[in-house]
């Protein structure tokens, strides 16, 4: 599969500094890729996921309308991709889910954790109604997450604390999706819930023992993932 651009799309708890390293080591590999930041103000008024969906339009004009995408979400970007599909008039060449939650038709992002881990959801349900942010990750809480300290120290520059409305919108799903192939890989425990329904729907799976933020500790074994996850499924949908 020559003719695509790899959209590397962060969570919108942190920033494109998630995948900067495996964009680079794809770029490196002479793959066009692209990682863009996930844009949002809470004075436009519109929804978090509108303005995230927008941002990637934006994005994807540096792109050649004949090329394919592979919309690749890490994390909290996953329940975006179908409203990001709907977005940009490019052709997907698959969607893939790294680590990431799996989109359920006008489901919020404190309803998908519902279905992950009840007994968490409601506890963090609540701090949220008692105004509380999440995440409010400090570098001493990654410590063991990113071992680089440069790279720690840019992530927790990043992160974005969010309240009680992002996590309770909820994300539309358009009823053909997904209408292309999707593969799941999976780094912790936190996504277990997540893996099941992905290999349910018969999605390609691939699973490795690592950190949620394996993207900033082994780059290179990432893009081997995600670039073997594609090359299987270009070759089973051309058999």
Not at 62 to 76: F, K, T, Y
Not at 121 to 136: I, N, T
Request: one cysteine or more.
């Amino acid at each position: 599969m020559a003719d695509i651009t790899y959209v590397l799309v962060h969570s919108p708890l942190v920033g494109p500094l998630t995948w900067q390293p495996v964009q680079a080591e794809m770029a490196r590999r002479g793959l066009p890729t692209i990682a863009p930041a996930l844009l949002d103000h809470p004075a436009t008024g519109l929804p978090y996921w509108r303005q995230h969906a927008d941002s990637l339009a934006n994005s994807l004009k540096q792109v050649s309308p004949d090329r394919n995408i592979v919309l690749v979400a890490h994390s909290g970007a996953g329940p975006l991709l179908p409203v990001m599909r709907q977005s940009t008039p490019h052709s997907i060449a698959a969607y893939m889910f790294v680590d990431a939650g799996i989109p359920r038709a006008d489901t919020s992002r404190i309803d998908l954790m519902r279905q992950q881990d009840p007994e968490w959801a409601e506890q963090f349900y609540q701090e949220l109604l008692q105004g509380g942010r999440f995440p409010a990750w400090t570098e001493q809480d990654l410590l063991e997450e990113i071992p680089d300290d440069d790279l720690r120290r840019k992530m927790v520059m990043e992160v974005n604390p969010r309240s009680l409305s992002f996590f309770t919108e909820p994300i539309p799903v358009f009823s053909t999706w997904p209408d292309a192939p999707c593969a799941y890989i999976k780094f912790s425990g936190s996504y277990d819930w997540d893996f099941k329904q992905a290999k349910h729907a018969g999605w390609l799976t691939r699973e490795i023992k690592a950190g949620h933020f394996h993207l900033l500790v082994d780059a290179a074994l990432v893009a081997d993932m995600i670039i073997d996850a594609v090359q299987n499924i270009s070759q089973s949908r051309v058999h």
